[in-house]
Nanobody, 115 residues
Framework: QVQLVESGGGLVQPGGSLRLSCAASGFIFDIYAMAWYRQAPGEEREFVAAITSGGSTNYGASVKGRFTIARDNTKNTVYLQMNTLKPEDTAVYYC?????????WGQGTQVTVSS
């Protein structure tokens, strides 16, 4: 069955870095666009970053220049490198896979930025 398993979240101080991973299985990873979203308590889920099957990337305005999305098709994994983290980056981060009418979500990983 389809699985998206996020990892790498945790507690980090402001200005620090984290790298999230999303391991995919159960579908043809190479043809899917992959994305990261996040949701803070009491807020709507927000787009963070996306990468197409061809490697083109797109970022939300609040993370552009600080976060980098990448994929490794040999490992069926998408990454989110997060640098210069701010308290407002605190949220549950979700991985999403999209291809035509098919889309899947992971279960999320908590990122907390606090001193």
């Amino acid at each position: 069955q389809v699985q998206l398993v996020e990892s790498g979240g945790g507690l980090v101080q402001p200005g620090g870095s984290l790298r999230l991973s999303c391991a995919a299985s159960g579908f043809i990873f190479d043809i899917y666009a992959m994305a990261w979203y996040r949701q803070a308590p009491g807020e709507e889920r927000e787009f963070v970053a996306a990468i197409t099957s061809g490697g083109s990337t797109n970022y939300g305005a609040s993370v552009k220049g600080r976060f980098t999305i990448a994929r490794d098709n040999t490992k069926n994994t998408v990454y989110l490198q997060m640098n210069t983290l701010k308290p407002e980056d605190t949220a549950v981060y979700y991985c999403r896979a999209d291809y035509e009418l098919h889309h899947y979500w992971g279960q999320g990983t908590q990122v907390t930025v606090s001193s």
